[in-house]
């Protein structure tokens, strides 16, 4: 996931692209998500690419995607771009368990910020022997031929952006 931030914008354009300061996403497979800063910059974030790509083009990317959302911030300049990983898992839901005695929690599909909190406590409470909620005791299912190189993730990429081009 990439995010970028533009310069700080006016209090007018502030409150044409988020007039309740909001955060906000859509519902593509391509998830865009933004928000205003407290110094009322807009972060715009998203999924760039399924293959391999770089912080220039990902902030070209976003920018170009947010001009589609926002049209009226066209020659608002990007300040900030970064990228980091983020862990998908094949059902697309978090998963908490254990091996060899070893307890895990992964898989937040871009909710770590949030879900990582979560999973924390209930592994800590796991670990100090409360029960786990059984909403969460289910398979971690795998990736068919999956050997520690993504391979499939661009044909992935491109049928989530087909289906969010239909």
Same mark, same amino acid.
């Given at each position: ?59 070209? !990317? ?19 771009? !970064? ?52 909403? !969460? ?20 990429? !491109? ?8």
């Amino acid at each position: 996931s990439y995010i970028i931030a533009t310069e700080p914008l006016t209090a007018d354009q502030a409150h044409s692209a988020i007039p309740n300061r909001r955060m906000l996403f859509d519902s593509k497979n391509f998830l865009h998500y933004w928000r205003l800063s407290a110094d009322n910059r807009l972060l715009f974030g998203g999924r760039a690419s399924f293959a391999p790509t770089t912080i220039p083009n990902a902030r070209d !990317w976003l920018y170009a995607a947010m001009l589609e959302i926002h049209p009226q911030l066209a020659g608002v300049r990007v300040e900030h771009a !970064w990228g980091g990983q983020v862990g998908f898992t094949v059902d697309r839901m978090p998963h908490i368990g254990r091996v060899k005695g070893i307890t895990y929690a992964l898989g937040y599909c871009g909710t770590g910020v949030a879900m990582s909190t979560y999973f924390g406590q209930l592994a800590a409470d796991w670990i100090a022997g409360a029960e786990l909620p059984a909403c !969460w005791e289910r398979a971690f299912p795998a990736v068919p031929l999956y050997r520690e190189q993504p391979w499939f993730l661009p044909a992935v990429g !491109w049928y989530y952006a087909a289906l969010d081009r239909l």
